[in-house]
């Protein structure tokens, strides 16, 4: 064996307690099957290290479990604790997580048509907006209750069902937006879109430009 | 069964949700408990550590990044503050703990047993180990923990934690060989 190999099969090597735990990456679980495959003393010494895993995992469940008096000291510490008032403001990957959690897989799945049809509402009501500002007296959008007030131009907005967390924080962090209530009921949150009140025109703009990201399902400006 | 992520409930902690903290607790404390006892080697200190460790949780979560998972983070605090506590213990009882953990296995009929059944005799050799090699191995091989999880965990680089898995392998080979079990590697 050249020592490119004695190196490849010293790495492989390295891996093997992680492939056995199933905690390597799609890459180096690949790489590891593969050697194993290959390298017959390999798959000798990954079975001692399986012998390991299923000992140290015996080893672990024989140790039992703390007493109940443990969680009763925890809420008793706790309880000492000074009162704590609850904040508004979460980090935002919690709050967008709570966002996705509140959902059942079902709620989840009737979102989707819910989606399709907001996408097909959408049109209207940015137009509606459109025609608004020509016409002060025509169209006005509706919007979910608030409760949170001040300083600043403010949206209502609606992620698309399939958006992951990290799509729809990049968002938040790139627009630079923060979440000033919700979500409402059907999942709508009222997003501060800038510090300062903006003119009609110039939040029109912002409003368009946020719509094109792929993670909205849904946008309108409001109070 | 849709259940509430860790990540979740730890901003629900920081507002002070204590259904949550029961949530988070019920989850986790048996994990954090054997990780723990396995460094102190005392289930009353063990006890008191998880519910420091909790309690921290409960004071700390507003401050959580999501940079790890709530276990890994779970597991930095408790390896912390056993480590605190086996700083302050005094020497004497370090070494009476070390020598009960420690058995004499010269002519000694459990002993003997256990050289029949290698499995008993690996975890005798797996209570040996150093707490700097156990505890690597445990978050290995029971908390499946990545090799940067455990890099976060212990404070080392990822190519030191796999330098020290191979050397608490070693270690245990070494172990087992002198109760006569050779398994031929290294």
Known sequence: MNTANETERSEIEDLLPWHAAGTLDHRDTQRVEAALAEDAELARRYELVREELGETIHLNETLGAPSPRTMAALFAKIDAEPARRPTVSLNLSARIGEFFASFSPRTLAWSATAAALAIMLQAGIIAGVMLKDRNPGGYETASAPTTVTGEGSYALIRFQPSANVTAVTNFLETNKLSIASGPSAGGVYRMRIAATKLAKPDLDRAVKQLQQDAVVSFIAITE | ?186
Not at chain 2, 154 to 171: C, D, H, L, S
């Open chain 2, 1 to 186: 069964m849709q259940t509430t992520s860790d990540e979740v409930l730890i901003g629900r902690i920081a507002n002070g949700d204590r259904l949550a903290m029961q949530v988070l607790f019920a989850r986790h404390h048996v994990g954090v408990y054997r990780f723990v006892l396995r460094l102190v080697r005392n289930e009353a200190t063990a006890e008191d550590l998880i519910s420091d460790v909790f309690l921290d949780v409960w004071r700390q979560a507003g401050k959580f990044e999501g940079r790890s998972a709530v276990s890994t983070w779970l597991l930095s605090i408790a390896r912390f503050k056993a480590l605190s506590v086996l700083r302050r213990r005094p020497e004497e009882e370090l070494d009476e703990e070390a020598a009960g953990a420690i058995e004499d296995h010269s002519d000694d009929p459990e002993i003997a047993l256990a050289k029949k059944d290698k499995g008993a005799a690996m975890r005798e050799c797996l209570n040996e180990l150093s707490n700097e090699h156990r505890e690597v191995i445990d978050l290995v091989y029971y908390h499946e923990k990545s090799v940067e999880e455990v890099a976060a965990i212990v404070g080392i680089p990822e190519a030191t934690v796999k330098t020290r898995m191979f050397y608490a392998r070693k270690k245990l080979s070494e172990l087992l060989k002198e109760r006569g079990i050779d398994r031929g590697w290294p």
